[in-house]
T-cell receptor, first 115, second 115 residues
Framework: NAGVMQNPRHLVRRRGQEARLRCSPM?????VYWYRQLPEEGLKFMVY????????ESGMPKERFSAEFPKEGPSILRIQQVVRGDSAAYFC?????????????FGQGTRLTVV | QQQVKQSPQSLIVQKGGISIINCAYE??????FPWYQQFPGKGPALLIA?????SEKKEGRFTISFNKSAKQFSLHIMDSQPGDSATYFC??????????????FGKGTLLTVNP
């Protein structure tokens, strides 16, 4: 049973380009969470999705960021027109039932560098 | 506003010693307090978690002590080993819609255990 798979592991984008980060949850998991980790900081909540629905996007920047979790395929975090401040590690986690107290697992992250 | 304050920022312990990491929180609505371990290049992995109805929880060499009145909780690693060298994050969450999915993380403690 593979864990939470994120790809790519490393992504370099020039300012103004788009970044697409993919997260395949563990088998049987229908809840996905995205967190961002800035250098020297703890992880910060961005968005919680359940298949085809955004449950809570209160941590997402209002502009340029969007997330989806379609019926088929991985969850996608999209960042349009990237800026240097978007450079960070982006982690997704998944769980079978709602919430981290029901046993959720993090992926290895995508490290985004904006040059 | 940093809702979870973690200290120390870094910690060096000799093999066999006790590692102690402390966290303080502000939001009295928090009701779930996990600790995560993160190795370089990896995602955070849940170590141990506690709810405020108990003052202590032990799993192997790892113990959480919880002081509700002081709004503090700490991680104790007994008989620390070089393999424990990693970054440790405390986190806290309040129940939202029947689950704890929005974790607020501390900034992390880099633990080094010398052989």
């Amino acid at each position: 049973n593979a864990g939470v798979m994120q790809n790519p592991r490393h992504l370099v984008r020039r300012r103004g380009q788009e970044a697409r980060l993919r997260c395949s949850p563990m088998k049987g998991h229908s809840h996905v969470y995205w967190y961002r980790q800035l250098p020297e900081e703890g992880l910060k909540f961005m968005v919680y999705l359940q298949k085809e629905n955004i449950i809570d996007e209160s941590g997402m920047p209002k502009e340029r960021f969007s997330a989806e979790f379609p019926k088929e395929g991985p969850s996608i975090l999209r960042i349009q027109q990237v800026v240097r401040g978007d450079s960070a590690a982006y982690f997704c986690a998944s769980s079978h039932s709602r919430g981290f107290d029901t046993e959720a697992f993090f992926g290895q992250g995508t490290r985004l560098t904006v040059v | 506003q940093q809702q979870v304050k973690q200290s120390p920022q870094s910690l060096i312990v000799q093999k066999g010693g006790i590692s102690i990491i402390n966290c303080a929180y502000e939001n009295t609505a928090f009701d779930y307090f996990p600790w995560y371990q993160q190795f370089p290049g990896k995602g955070p992995a849940l170590l141990i978690a506690i709810r405020p109805d108990v003052s202590e929880k032990k799993e192997g060499r790892f113990t959480i002590s919880f002081n509700k009145s002081a709004k503090q909780f700490s991680l104790h690693i007994m008989d620390s080993q070089p393999g424990d060298s990693a970054t440790y994050f405390c986190a806290a969450s309040r129940n939202s819609g029947g689950s704890n999915y929005k974790l607020t993380f501390g900034k992390g403690t880099l633990l080094t255990v010398n052989p």
